[in-house]
């Protein structure tokens, strides 16, 4: 089993959404409980990877290559593995799934399709963070719209439709993009390298790119757009301002599980996807562009925070958080230091568990007093004091507290910024201390958010709302835990992603 357990944790979620099948829609209580069990076992499973990945050996592990489909010179195969980079995502992302299906357990209609599709949704994650082959890359990678797509359009609020339908429209169309793009590089890769068969493997293609056989076709403008390709199909997912607009309606329309993940998980698909095929084949071409890449990070933090301050609905506040932290994992990876891109993998993981839990906090205060409008909360310390406390620890974690794990990824994303070479990121100084005020406009809207609706005069309509339930407790405890986790030790994350890191600087000569 070990040898392909990998494909075990990966099918195991599709297994659990076929079994689901089977069961009547009636038996609600059934059909939560497969969901469940099949959640924690993938979330075991992970635990158990973890436990045997070697943190000191370099390249891939638990690697398995089948082939699949052969045609004339194209051959494909599902070719999975990991490394540093995606090791830490793939716990990241049963933990998330695992607590955000015990967030769900309010959801009462068409109870057997939302899960079935929040199974097949698991095992497309899982995929896109294991899959080495470019067009097994971008199976999984399409496997994770639909259910998204469904999830929000079925179960979520007033405007779901419109939500939904623009969702798919701005991640589909980033997904042509992407798909284009691999064609290309494909083409490109197999006139490059003489050989008369080529597969779509990421790692195959990046020794072609860096060491063809035939370099005149190969030419630097040629690398320079693809790159730049990829990056804006990658930008709409994580996502990067101008291809941002998606998330605040996603997020607000969709339910409190559906949330937690796509800010949780997806969102870092697009970050993950960039380090991993972006840099991974084009590493000269990153480097290039690294002034670019910053400028879009700072503008992601700056744009993100300014429109968080002036927002009413407080989950529309946490969305707009999102995109001003993952701005962050964007100046992380431009400065091509080990501190920056550690701080980049450390925010891809920590900001996961950060807004899982924000996203949920937001869910159970609606969820009681049946709004998100910031301006008639108030005071909520007072009539649930528990999730009062969590929501500010939550916040706490988000700006960045030291202790938590918001402080690590934002410190070591900021020092790789200010010891960027200038060769490759010019005014890297002044990008680091414009960043900063980020970091403030996020204390100023989360402490604003915070003074109005935990603390101040409560209205006497809350007075008597129940505190956290015994399953709420279960999510809150398990992402608080979590970031304390990684922000007291650090290193049982940076222990997994160093040797990873070093490989791909060393690429760039980082």
């Known amino acids: 089993m070990m040898s392909n357990i990998l494909s075990v944790l990966v099918f195991l979620p599709l297994a659990g959404a076929l079994l689901i099948l089977t069961i009547p829609k009636e038996h609600k209580n059934v059909i939560r409980s497969i969901a469940t069990a099949t959640a924690i076992v993938a979330l075991l499973i992970s635990l158990v990877i973890w436990g045997m990945f070697d943190r000191g050996a370099s390249g891939l592990q638990f690697a398995q290559t089948v082939p699949w489909i052969e045609l004339f010179f194209l051959q494909i195969n599902y070719e999975i593995g990991i490394d540093g980079l995606s090791m830490p995502l793939l716990v990241l992302t049963t933990v998330v799934t695992t607590l955000a299906i015990f967030a769900s357990f309010t959801i009462q209609t068409r109870v057997k399709e939302f899960y079935v599709w929040t199974m097949v949704l698991l095992t497309g994650m899982l995929g896109v963070f294991v899959a080495l082959d470019m067009f097994l890359f971008f199976l999984f990678f399409e496997l994770t719209l639909i259910p998204m797509f469904f999830i929000i359009g079925i179960w979520g609020g007033k405007e779901k439709i419109y939500a939904s339908f623009k969702f798919l429209i701005y991640t589909g169309l980033g997904s042509a993009v992407m798909f284009l793009t691999f064609i290309t590089i494909f083409y490109q890769g197999f006139l490059a390298s003489g050989q008369t068969q080529l597969t779509f493997s990421i790692i195959e293609l990046a020794q072609i790119f860096a060491n063809p056989a035939n370099p005149e076709i190969l030419t630097s403008g040629l690398r320079a757009g693809l790159f730049l390709a990829l990056f804006i199909a990658f930008a709409v997912k994580l996502p990067i301002f101008p291809f941002h ?32 095929v972006g840099i991974g084949i084009f590493p000269d071409q990153a480097q290039r562009f690294a002034l670019l890449i910053a400028i879009l990070g700072l503008v992601n933090i700056i744009y993100g925070a300014l429109l968080a301050l002036v927002q009413t609905d407080l989950k529309r506040l946490v969305a707009y958080s999102s995109i001003s932290h993952m701005g962050i994992v964007l100046i992380g990876i431009a400065s091509f230091t080990a501190s920056g891109m550690q701080g980049a993998i450390f925010q891809l993981v920590s900001h996961g568990f950060i807004s899982a839990l924000l996203f949920f906090m937001v869910g159970a205060i609606y969820e009681r007093t049946k709004t998100r409008t910031i301006s008639e909360l108030g005071g909520l310390s007072k009539t649930v004091p528990i999730l009062a406390g969590f929501t500010i620890a939550a916040a706490m974690a988000s700006v960045g507290l030291p202790g938590l794990s918001g402080f690590v990824s934002e410190l070591l994303a900021f020092i790789g910024v200010f010891g960027a070479s200038a060769e490759i990121l010019p005014a890297a100084k002044t990008i680091g201390v414009i960043a900063g005020l980020g970091i403030i406009l996020t204390a100023a809207y989360l402490l604003w958010a915070l003074q109005r609706t935990t603390f101040g005069p409560m209205d006497e309509k809350y007075s008597g709302l129940p505190d956290a339930r015994p399953m709420e407790y279960i999510p809150m405890i398990g992402l608080l835990g979590f970031s304390i986790l990684i922000g007291v030790y650090p290193n049982i994350l940076s222990d997994v992603i160093n040797i990873t890191v070093i490989d791909i600087l060393s690429k760039i000569g980082g």
Not at 253 to 264: D, K, Q, R, V, Y
Request: aromatic share 6%.
């Open 245 to 276: 607009t998606w998330l605040p309606n996603a997020h607000v329309e969709a339910p409190t599980a559906a949330s937690m993940i796509l800010a949780g998980v997806l969102l870092k698909m697009g970050g993950y996807g960039l380090i991993r």
